[in-house]
């Protein structure tokens, strides 16, 4: 079946603008979650979905938000964008009701964001 | 506060070799450990987690970690390389709070 899926894969934003990306989770999966990678921070988690619900909040600014479909797919926005917004964004799913929980996390491939 | 630390970003192993990638962490409740990899142009796969059963965790690809509560450790360690275990491998670790703190990576390299 197919694996979690992110779009865009590649995308450049100005300073300033906003940005949503969007993520489609394997089929049967209701957990999403989010992560920011770059090379100085490594991976911080953003927040996690399961049923349109959000679970859970990393330590991120209110400009980042998101939310979950009842398909459950989910899209992240980035309002006001910075330089150091600048990163690859990974979505996640898994088949549990909490991705804390320690099953299997199936991670996209992220969507590339540079801001400029 | 909870953190998660790996040392080295970067560790070279000639193929055959012991293969030991470092990490520590800090949390002030029991904490579930995972370690991730992350192959080249593909998403972040499961090695193996700690779930406060047994303390030696054995993954796949013949990786294991053990958790050392005395040392706040849980290093992943693989008896001998192989050229495709050239990766970068991620620590991370989930406490009470349902907060999930990712390492900041180690890059490995396999010399043939």
């Known amino acids: 079946k197919a694996g979690v899926t992110q779009t865009p894969r590649y995308l450049i934003k100005t300073r300033g603008q906003q940005v949503t990306l969007s993520c489609s989770p394997i089929?049967?999966?209701?957990?999403v979650s989010w992560y920011q990678q770059t090379p100085g921070q490594g991976l911080q988690f953003l927040f996690e979905y399961f049923s349109e619900t959000q679970r859970n909040k990393g330590n991120f600014p209110g400009r980042f938000s998101g939310r979950q479909f009842s398909n459950s797919r989910s899209e992240m926005n980035v309002s006001t964008l910075e330089l150091g917004d600048s990163a690859l964004y990974l979505c996640?799913?898994?088949?549990?009701?909490?991705?804390?929980?320690?099953?299997?996390?199936?991670f996209g491939e992220g969507s590339w964001l540079t801001v400029v | 506060a909870q953190s998660v630390t790996q040392l080295g970003s970067h560790v070279s192993v000639s193929e055959g070799a012991l293969v030991l990638l470092r990490c520590n962490y800090s949390?002030?409740?029991?904490?579930?450990l995972f370690w991730y990899v992350q192959y080249p142009n593909q998403g972040l796969q499961l090695l193996l987690k700690y779930t406060s059963a047994a303390t030696l965790v054995k993954g796949i690809n013949g990786f294991e970690a053990e958790f050392k509560k005395s040392e706040t450790s849980f290093h992943l360690t693989k008896p001998s390389a192989h050229m495709s275990d050239a990766a970068e491998y991620f620590c991370a670790v989930l406490t009470g709070a349902n907060n999930l703190f990712f390492g900041t990576g180690t890059r490995l390299t396999v010399i043939p």
């Open positions: 996640a799913s898994s088949l549990g009701e909490n991705v804390f929980t320690g099953d299997t996390i199936y």
């Open positions: 089929s049967g999966h209701r957990s």
């Open positions: 949390s002030s409740v029991p904490p579930y």
